[in-house]
């Protein structure tokens, strides 16, 4: 069964924003790094980023930096990926997933996996 729920994701205008979601309802989120992958049309699944467990780390991929945001919400037990001026090349089937402890760039770090939230960027 899914372990983790991605949500937020539709259809938005190159340079708009979108907020993602995240949620566990077996496990708690703060326990884990939690890393936002995704996969475009024709394209491999690639890392978007990651934060890990304490929250002190958070690492963004260099396509993404400066355009997106994660953060933790341990009481509603989510993580949220914020993100701004969105292109084109940004549209993709979302995942987040929760790996242990620390953050990684090797999806086989990560155990949990949710089934992804479609991010559509066209005019």
């Known amino acids: 069964q899914l372990q983790l729920v991605e949500s937020g994701g539709g259809l938005v205008q190159p340079g708009g924003s979108l907020r993602l979601s995240c949620a566990a309802s077996?496990?708690?989120?703060?326990?884990?790094?939690i890393g936002w992958f995704r996969q475009g049309p024709g394209k491999e699944r690639e890392g978007v980023s990651c934060?890990?467990?304490?929250?002190?780390?958070?690492n963004y991929a260099d396509s993404v930096k400066g355009r997106i945001t994660m953060s933790r919400d341990n009481a509603k037990n989510t993580v949220s990926l914020i993100m701004n001026s969105l292109k084109p090349d940004d549209t993709g089937l979302y995942y987040c997933?929760?790996?242990?402890?620390?953050?990684?760039?090797?999806?086989?770090?990560?155990?949990?996996w949710g089934q992804g939230t479609q991010v559509t960027v066209s005019s």
């Open positions: 997933a929760a790996g242990l402890e620390v953050c990684s760039w090797y999806q086989e770090w990560y155990k949990y």
């Open positions: 077996e496990f708690t989120l703060k326990d884990y790094a």
């Open positions: 934060i890990s467990s304490s929250g002190v780390s958070i």
